[in-house]
């Protein structure tokens, strides 16, 4: 509360004060003074609570901010990123993220390994990272993205990609010819590329088509049916954005996989009588 709207409180409790103190017959011509008084005193605090009011609904406008608008879908191009699951599944699923994120971590630990156990590797869903390295606030999460994608000129990136989020707390760059022995690549090889600065280019243009598609926080996941004819795009129609749980996802992408459409059509044809 603010100074000047308690004084008008504390002053309005003792103007109530003093006329119960003193009956109506000892008022004389001073009453009307002190009902003016007082009304002048209750009109202040009544402003002051407006704005105390006012206060606290911008407070909680910014603690809470409003929920996102719904998701329109978006164009996510494909070219250049690593890929798992095959290239004519009914649908691609793509992942912004972060090597140093936390939340992209939990995600990792959480939810990434049942869904390649469920839709990846039983051929559903074709799963595409995008690098989105948070810099201002990852120092290694850059370097990290770029090993990866190096562990990746010799078909290792997936490897690299699980070594690096099994070790988010040391991603200095020191460690990283350590990981890239672990992930059974040539070192030397890995050395060159993190030195040419190529895979560097790419991380950045991933980070410049997140930027576009309004993403700002890792792990981002945009998913819709694959256009066979168009390898290149996707155009998503769905987005989820945060570690969530597996049932998110799950619910998610079953829709995109049996929409209700035709699972009510399933369901009837099943329920149908045989002759």
């Not at 103007?15 to 011509?29: E, R």
């Not at 007082?38 to 909680?60: R, V």
Request: hydrophobic share 40%; with cysteine.
């Amino acid at each position: 509360m603010k100074g000047s709207h308690f004084k008008g409180f504390v002053c309005v409790i003792s103007v109530l004060a003093c006329l119960a103190l003193f009956p109506a017959a000892g008022w004389g011509q001073s009453s009307d003074q002190q009902l003016k008084q007082m009304q002048k005193e209750i009109e202040q605090l009544q402003a002051g609570q407006k704005a105390m009011q006012q206060d606290i609904t911008l407070i909680k406008n910014r603690l809470i901010p409003p929920p996102p608008p719904p998701f329109k879908g978006a164009d996510v191009p494909l070219t250049g990123d690593a890929a798992s699951g095959p290239k004519d599944a009914k649908v691609t699923f793509v992942e912004f993220t972060d090597y140093q994120c936390p939340f992209c971590g939990r995600n990792f630990q959480q939810t990434y390994p049942q869904i390649i156990k469920n839709y990846v590797d039983t051929g559903k869903i074709r799963y595409i990272l995008h690098d989105f390295p948070l810099t201002q606030l990852h120092a290694n999460a850059f370097n990290a993205a770029v090993a990866a994608r190096c562990a990746g000129e010799q078909g290792k990136y997936w490897q690299m990609h699980d070594i690096l989020f099994s070790h988010q707390t040391a991603l200095d760059a020191k460690n990283l010819p350590d990981y890239a022995k672990q992930a059974g690549l040539d070192v030397g090889k890995f050395q060159a590329c993190l030195a040419s600065g190529v895979e560097a280019n790419n991380v950045r243009a991933d980070m410049a088509v997140g930027q576009k598609l309004g993403v700002t926080g890792t792990p981002t996941f945009f998913f819709g049916p694959t256009d066979t004819k168009n390898p290149t795009l996707l155009k998503a129609t769905q987005k989820i954005s945060g570690a969530q749980p597996y049932v998110v996802f799950q619910s998610a992408i079953d829709g995109l996989l049996s929409p209700p459409a035709k699972q009510a059509a399933k369901a009837k044809a099943a329920a149908k009588p045989t002759k």
